[in-house]
């Protein structure tokens, strides 16, 4: 459960605007797959190494796993930096930390709700946790992404498409679970909800129990 299924390492080469080749290391670390297929997204930073990929495609497992979908986990990425190229997608990397936590708390914020992979160093989400308020982790707060890209996937292999109403109800259902859940796993003696504690468990337990009915792994 702690070791990927799977890592492919390859090269990307590239010719940037003044005709020069570039080159780039990549990973593609399919995790885990006892629930569905390999899903996850793409990392683009120099920080980027097999390391790193390895736990986001573990976190990423988990992540899915709370949706409900049948969908397993992996992540992908290269160390390529973004920043000074032509315009081109790219991932956030950590963008919070202890600091910019005490000065949220300090000014009165009550709610973090994560809006991407972990934009909070693990020094910013124990500050959040040790203050009281209420914190959502990414795995389970932005949820609803890979979730709406699990129903699409859904309707492709049905053949039959949904309106924005069908799907918008369907990703609030995914949304509620994922807080029961939480609750379920996560609510603490005084009767509050360590949103981390119950996202790690619930999705922790599918996982395992996914694995555990598939015999010897």
């Known amino acids: 459960m ?5 890592i492919v390492i390859f090269r990307v080469s590239w010719e940037d605007d003044e005709g020069r080749i570039r080159a780039n290391r990549a ?3 399919q995790f885990n797959n006892s629930i569905g297929p390999y899903k996850g997204g793409l990392r683009f ?3 980027v190494n097999q390391s790193i990929l390895k736990f986001l495609g573990f976190e990423q497992t ?3 796993a709370l949706t409900g979908l049948p969908m397993g986990g992996a992540k992908g990425g290269a160390n390529f930096n973004p920043k000074g190229k032509s315009d081109l997608p790219c991932a956030t990397q950590n963008e919070l930390d202890e600091a910019d936590a005490k000065v949220l708390v300090a000014n009165g914020c009550r709610l973090v709700a994560e809006g991407a992979n972990m934009p909070s160093t693990i020094e910013a989400q124990e500050y959040f946790r040790e203050s009281g308020i209420l914190y959502g982790p990414s795995k389970a707060a932005n949820a609803g ?3 709406v890209s699990g129903l699409e996937q859904s309707q492709n292999a049905l053949r039959i498409p949904w309106t924005r109403d069908e799907v918008d109800t369907r990703l609030r259902q995914i949304m509620r679970g994922i807080d029961e ?6 609510t603490r003696p005084d009767g509050s909800i360590d949103y981390v504690d ?3 468990l619930a999705a922790f337990h599918k996982v395992g129990s996914a694995m555990h009915a598939y015999g010897i792994v």
Do not use: F, I, L, M
């Open 2 to 6: 702690t070791e990927p299924d799977r």
């Open 27 to 29: 990973w593609r670390v």
């Open 45 to 47: 930073h120099p920080s």
């Open 62 to 64: 988990y992540k899915n």
């Open 145 to 147: 992404g890979v979730g």
């Open 181 to 186: 859940q939480c609750a379920e796993w996560g």
């Open 198 to 200: 119950g996202a790690n």
